[in-house]
């Protein structure tokens, strides 16, 4: 089965609606799906009124957990804070942050405030993330991510290097903006593996952190 915590339908800048991004992911073999468009202050309240609908019809409808989130991207890093306590007060079950990846101009700094911050869950294709920030996610419950999108997935083996040395829960996501995007198993463990990760580690990224974040909020009772 695949758990995808990072994905975009055409509310932001993806192919797909909600609802159709859904459907798809089920046949591709998922369990779970986050739809995390991009937002910024705002256009969050609106965003998330419509992905809480969307997968609220698909989990009444269809054998999949279907969550509504959001990616605070290219949000100053002094308000991250601020944004990401934002859209869980408007109802947003998983927060990510757009980290310092190498192939686009995040503000510095954006890595170390979404660590820092209590209402993140993931930081995305952190870049260069520092043995420090490793170790502040850690410390604060927040997943750091392995990308299995071209671009953001260069620095996948530093990242996976500095979250094995700080302790720090990995994902694999695929930050999917069209169809083929889409993560299935077999990818998933190839991205994974790809990126450093000893045989041993497969499950515990692949498998036991997902139901870590998903029982982190509140939907644990659904894995079956």
């Known amino acids: 089965m695949v758990y995808d915590f990072h994905t975009q339908t055409f509310l932001s800048d993806a192919a797909l609606s909600p609802v159709e991004l859904v459907r798809r992911a089920i046949i591709r073999g998922y369990k779970a799906i986050a739809l995390t468009d991009h937002v910024g202050s705002g256009n969050c309240e609106l965003v998330l009124k419509q992905l809480i609908q969307d997968c609220t019809i698909c989990m009444r409808h269809?054998?999949?957990?279907?969550?509504?989130?959001?990616?605070?991207?290219?949000?100053?890093?002094?308000?991250?804070?601020?944004?990401?306590?934002?859209?869980?007060?408007?109802?947003?079950?998983?927060?990510?942050?757009?980290?310092?990846?190498?192939?686009?101009?995040?503000?510095?700094?954006?890595?170390?405030?979404?660590?820092?911050?209590?209402?993140?869950?993931i930081l995305a294709h952190p870049g260069f993330i520092t043995a420090e920030?490793?170790?502040?996610?850690?410390?604060?419950?927040?997943?750091?991510?392995?990308?299995?999108?071209?671009?953001?997935?260069?620095?996948?083996?530093?990242?996976?290097?500095?979250?094995?040395?700080?302790?720090?829960?990995?994902?694999?996501?695929s930050d999917a903006h069209d169809p083929d995007d889409l993560l299935t198993p077999a990818f998933a463990r190839s991205v994974a593996s790809g990126a450093g990760l000893l045989p041993e580690e497969l499950d515990e990224v692949l498998l036991k952190n997902p139901t870590r974040l998903l029982s982190k909020i509140g939907l644990s009772r659904r894995v079956t």
């Open 133 to 173: 920030e490793a170790q502040l996610a850690a410390g604060n419950g927040i997943f750091l991510e392995i990308s299995a999108r071209k671009g953001h997935s260069l620095t996948n083996g530093h990242v996976v290097k500095v979250a094995r040395a700080a302790g720090a829960k990995l994902l694999v996501n």
């Open 62 to 121: 269809w054998d999949i957990i279907a969550i509504p989130g959001v990616e605070l991207t290219h949000v100053p890093a002094a308000a991250i804070a601020e944004v990401a306590h934002l859209a869980k007060g408007v109802g947003a079950l998983i927060v990510v942050v757009h980290g310092e990846t190498i192939v686009e101009p995040v503000e510095p700094g954006t890595n170390l405030a979404a660590v820092q911050c209590s209402g993140v869950d």
